[in-house]
């Protein structure tokens, strides 16, 4: 048999269930992956927050946007009021702030 410096494909050998559970199994590779940088990143930024008390009032609601933002993900928030409620706050933070991202 002679050998040959080019590769070959595997997944174009295999049928195409294999290749979709192989394609499967690496989306939840990523995605474990991405979720793990994303909880660490989150509890740099937590204890960033707790680090010094704050010391403005856009520090201050910094935080809050913060606390609003993971509110706003959990069943609680669901309800349209408590959606519009965030989004009416959110937007009030922003404006008190002088128009800057908070």
Do not use: C
Not at 28 to 42: F, I, M, P, Y
Not at 48 to 76: C, G, I, V
Not at 95 to 102: A, E, K, M, Y
């Amino acid at each position: 048999m002679e050998m040959t410096d080019s590769t070959i494909d595997l997944d174009l050998h295999r049928g195409m269930a294999a290749q979709h559970a192989t394609e499967l199994r690496r989306l939840r590779s990523d995605v474990e992956a991405n979720a793990k940088a994303l909880q660490e990143r989150q509890l740099e930024l937590e204890n960033r927050l707790l680090a010094l008390p704050s010391q403005t009032w856009p520090e201050a609601a910094e935080k809050a946007h913060y606390l609003l933002s993971l509110f706003a993900t959990s069943p609680a928030a669901q309800d349209p009021r408590r959606q519009r409620l965030i989004a009416d706050v959110l937007e009030e933070f922003k404006r008190l702030s002088g128009g800057s991202d908070t």
